[in-house]
């Protein structure tokens, strides 16, 4: 097997895994699933090991284990399960915040802990709740997103996947029309995002070329934090504030009252798409090929990947017909 980490300044390379959200929209299929509600990035929905627990040893591919933090929220650490999840990962990995403000306080927070150790960071982060299913050819392109960044940090590297059908709940990202021409990887800068489009405005954007955002992404860390000061200069003093607080005795207590005054803000809603306006040029695309990734934010698609790509109760999978190469068969462990 290819050593991921080849070429890689792992010194540098940060991951970033989020795992602070309730998945409200699943609640109710995990309590008919296993009984009790749990959030979704909790429960071994295929093989042995939860999402977050798939998602981190993806992640491990390519980052060494002591530079991947995860955030969690408060409220999770009630659940046993969670805390056992969490167990084997040194206490200075786990970030908790007070409460769930959507993703950008999610990714904001426990970037100021990473600028605290390594203000010169590049940073990989990672959705907790997406199955993936050619694990090694997505990390390839986590591996090639990383290297672009180490090389031109002035962008923010978004990994992409071909849009397979008028998904209403995915975001899409519209090329520019250089298409990546002038990159001989094809990253490609974004000239729009779409979120959550209604199944005609889908159609379109598919027949345009426009890509499945996967929220799996790549950027040199001073270069996010300038970019939201410049954006959202309010959110970014309230973290600036927790930053000068981290290591101090008043640590807790300033992220309890950030928390408090904070607005919930979606990252690539009020973040990434106030960036590709005013930054035109800030933000590309890496098409992911030959690889299938679906956004598990809800229990029909869970259902419906499991039944295309043959998952069986054993957790064996026997694909017929997938994207990519895939083996016939393959044990998820």
């Not at 008919?32 to 429960?43: D, F, W």
């Not at 990473?114 to 591996?143: C, G, L, Q, T």
């Not at 519209?174 to 995002?193: K, N």
């Not at 300038?226 to 807790?252: D, M």
Request: charged share 25%.
């Amino acid at each position: 097997m290819t050593n991921l980490k080849n070429n890689v300044d792992v010194n540098s390379l940060w991951g970033l895994v989020l795992a602070a959200g309730d998945g409200k929209r699943l609640e109710d299929f995990i309590q008919h699933t296993i009984g009790h509600k749990i959030p979704k990035q909790y429960v071994n929905l295929v093989g042995r090991r939860s999402m977050l627990e798939h998602t981190c040893h993806r992640a491990e591919k390519l980052i060494r284990q002591s530079r991947i933090l995860i955030i969690v929220s408060r409220h999770h650490l009630k659940y046993a399960e969670v805390r056992k999840q969490l167990l084997p990962w040194p206490k200075q990995n786990l970030v908790v915040q007070p409460a769930n403000k959507e993703t950008g306080p999610g990714v904001l927070l426990p970037l100021m802990h990473i600028y605290k150790r390594s203000p010169e960071a590049v940073v990989a982060v990672f959705p907790s709740d997406h199955f993936i299913w050619e694990e090694n050819r997505f990390m390839e392109h986590v591996k090639l997103a990383a290297q672009k960044v180490a090389g031109d940090p002035s962008r923010i590297i978004l990994l992409a996947v071909e849009a397979q059908d008028a998904e209403v709940d995915y975001g899409y990202l519209i090329p520019t029309h250089d298409m990546g021409h002038f990159d001989p990887d094809g990253v490609w800068t974004v000239a729009r995002f779409i979120e959550k489009p209604s199944v005609c405005v889908a159609r379109s954007l598919i027949k345009a070329g426009a890509l499945w955002n996967t929220m799996t992404m790549v950027f040199k860390l001073k270069t996010i934090l300038q970019l939201v000061k410049a954006v959202r200069p309010s959110t970014y003093q309230h973290f600036n504030r927790v930053l000068e607080a981290i290591g101090t005795e008043a640590e807790s207590d300033t992220i309890d009252e950030v928390y408090r005054n904070l607005e919930p803000v979606n990252f690539s809603k009020g973040i990434l798409e106030k960036i590709a306006v005013i930054y035109p040029e800030a933000i590309a695309a890496l098409p992911v090929h030959q690889v299938f990734w679906s956004d598990w934010g809800s229990p029909q698609r869970i259902m419906d990947v499991k039944q295309k790509l043959g998952l069986t109760r054993s957790c064996t999978v026997r694909s017929r017909r997938t994207l990519g190469s895939v083996p016939r068969q393959r044990q998820f462990a």
